[in-house]
């Protein structure tokens, strides 16, 4: 996935100031073009949920929207209308689009406005699959909780876990990968071995863990979606 630029959230205790209240409304799209993922404006509508959700996961930020919020044109989305958004009382706006491309995929871009000052604060873009939107999105929420809070944010975050089925000679355990937020679920591994000790790798692309074959150890390598599934050291 090839990115570009974003911003937002901020964090609050006892001492701290309130949390600020931002706006996400829906994200605009030029054309409204099907995908194997949905249409591109039912996509923008997922893509303001989840950064809503996320947002609203943190201690420092209060969203708005999308359904409170008002519908932008695209052109909008990079050149927003100041005045109207004020009158929501929030700080800061999220827009943006989602827009297809020649090639099949999606460019998702991202904005952070601050309302008070009229202007843009930040920007992110991302060039993905249709089936990728919800990475973008966390992507996004990201940026704006890192530009906002000033800290790095967590939602991207996938985690990795051993899932556990059955009972006795029928247990199975399988390798199992879901986002920070509990969605994407999905197996890696398909439960014919006993498996320990899932790691992702440092870019997240791929994933290592222990097979135990034969009563021995095995460490062995596979992408996420469990394809290209290959012992780590040869012969092994």
Known sequence: MA???LLLPAAASAQETAPAVIIVPQLATPENVATPAGDTRLIARYVADVI??????????????PENARVYSYPEA??????????TGAKTLVTGFVQSRSDGRLTIGCYLHDLSGGRE?????????????RR??????????????GRPGWFDTRIAYVAESGAGPDRVKRIALMDSDGTAHRYVTAGDTTVLAPRLAPGGERIAYVSMTGGQAHIRLADLEGSQDRALLPGT
């Open 52 to 65: 809503t959700a996320d947002l609203r996961s943190t201690r420092e930020l209060v969203p708005i929207g």
């Open 78 to 87: 990079t050149a927003p209308s100041f005045a109207l958004w004020r009158k």
């Open 3 to 5: 990115l570009a630029g």
């Open 136 to 149: 973008a999105a966390h992507r996004c929420s990201d940026a704006v909780y890192e530009k906002l809070v």
């Open 121 to 133: 604060i930040a920007r992110k873009g991302f060039v993905v699959t249709p089936a990728e939107w």
